[in-house]
């Protein structure tokens, strides 16, 4: 597989690519929640930015596990 393999080639880096980017962002998410959570700054009623980070996570698991099916069914 080439850079320019045609359709799938351009499809399988840019994914790739994308993946990359969320992986990036979402262990600078975990980052940031580690060292708030070090500093005590989450409390039972205070705890926004954990959600959100977590959010996050089951988002990106369920778009690419479509993305997955569906470039590799197709």
């Given at each position: ?7 799938y ?13 969320h992986?990036?962002?979402g ?17 039972p ?5 954990f ?6 996570w ?5 778009v690419?596990?479509g ?8």
């Amino acid at each position: 597989l080439k850079f320019n393999s045609r359709a799938y080639g351009s499809l399988f880096y840019m994914l790739t690519r994308f993946h990359g980017v969320h992986g990036i962002l979402g262990a600078t998410l975990v980052t940031v929640i580690l060292s708030r959570l070090m500093r005590g700054l989450f409390r039972p009623d205070h705890h926004l930015g954990f959600e959100r980070a977590a959010w996050y996570w089951h988002f990106v698991d369920v778009v690419w596990l479509g993305l997955y099916l569906f470039v590799n069914w197709f």
